[in-house]
């Protein structure tokens, strides 16, 4: 019976002859649960930076890497919420730093990796994990300023999703660049169904999820000359902190994805043998290819994007029949 470093080598080495054949093709490849974690034993004794690690799919992340033997690095808001995640690793054996980290802070991410750099000595994988959904102020919200100009707009969502990314992205590769290491250093974006479709009423996080995909595709071959293995993790909808309300009512009825199922997908993406792929979730399967592997039943007439689109849509359509049937209403009686 082959061990597990075997096997997690046969895996890797399957994922990158994958990766060189559907460089020309849309097909995709589907990856058991058991084949993306087995891809764990290239994380032991690496030194791992996580964004966003007190919640969602950063913590699930944070928690699995530590139990594969990850060295891991926790950054969030909060200093109590990665200290409650730090100490759950270390309870189980494992070993975790975590530090407050506003994302949008250049500087704080600045502390962060320094201090990853400075307790272990050097950088080896960085999830750069942190986002935040759609604000709660409509894009296309249509107030006016007492001169009658439109409202400007608050972009948290570019501040994080785009911004702080942008800054955990560029400090990931200063970092590993300083790592000797020829050979597993790796940087795992997460970005979204989003990353590829558009969202209606969801534009903000659409941009910012559609940004992380042209950064993947832009830094590849940086990656490349600083023998950085560089991957994108693009879960469909999932039920995490950021799932609000309304998601869930709109897609009643279409299964999805666990959280496990994502965690499993951004272990996979750092196999030391897999660079300039995409990692797909869906509740079909994990897949793994270097284009859009989903599009023929996810945005076809009756695929499930559609499905959760037509819904959106629907509902935004009876919101402004809503609003027109008030304001004639709220019109009628000043006119009086």
Not at 62 to 78: F, T
Not at 80 to 89: F, G, L
Not at 212 to 219: C, K, P, Q, V
Request: hydrophobic share 45%.
């Amino acid at each position: 019976m082959a061990s597990e470093e075997e096997h997690a080598a046969a895996v890797t080495s399957y994922l990158a002859e994958q990766a060189s054949r559907l460089r020309s093709s849309d097909s995709a490849v589907a990856l058991s649960n058991e084949d993306a974690l087995s891809a764990g034993a290239d994380l032991r004794g690496k030194v791992v930076v996580v964004t966003g690690a007190a919640s969602g799919f950063g913590r699930s992340y944070a928690l699995k890497a530590a139990q594969l033997g990850a060295k891991v690095v926790l950054g969030d808001l909060k200093q109590e919420s990665v200290d409650v995640v730090a100490t759950e690793i270390r309870a189980d054996g494992g070993q975790a730093e975590a530090l407050a980290c506003d994302v949008t802070d250049w500087d704080a991410q600045v502390r962060l990796f320094r201090h990853a750099r400075n307790t272990f000595g050097h950088i080896d994988v960085v999830a750069v994990n942190a986002g935040i959904a759609e604000s709660s102020d409509r894009f296309l919200n249509f107030a006016k300023t007492d001169d009658g100009e439109p409202v400007k707009p608050r972009m948290p969502t570019v501040d994080v999703n785009i911004v702080g990314a942008g800054y955990t992205t560029k400090l990931a590769f200063f970092h590993l660049r300083e790592n000797p290491a020829k050979e597993g250093k790796a940087v795992v974006i997460l970005g979204s169904m989003a990353s590829w479709f558009g969202l209606p009423g969801a534009p903000v996080y659409c941009m910012s999820k559609h940004a992380m995909l042209g950064l993947f595709r832009s830094l590849y071959f940086d990656a490349q000359l600083c023998d950085i293995h560089l991957n994108l993790v693009c879960p469909f909808f999932v039920h995490t902190s950021i799932f609000g309300t309304l998601p869930k009512l709109l897609l009643a009825g279409i299964p999805l994805p666990s959280v496990d199922e994502v965690v499993n997908a951004m272990v996979a993406a750092t196999a030391k043998n897999v660079t300039g792929s995409v990692f797909v979730v869906d509740f079909k399967r994990v897949s793994f290819a270097l284009r859009v592997p989903w599009a023929a039943y996810a945005h076809g007439p009756d695929g499930y994007y559609q499905v959760f689109a037509r819904r959106a849509q629907g509902l935004m359509s009876f919101g402004k029949w809503a609003f027109d049937v008030v304001s004639a209403v709220v019109g009628a009686f000043k006119g009086r």
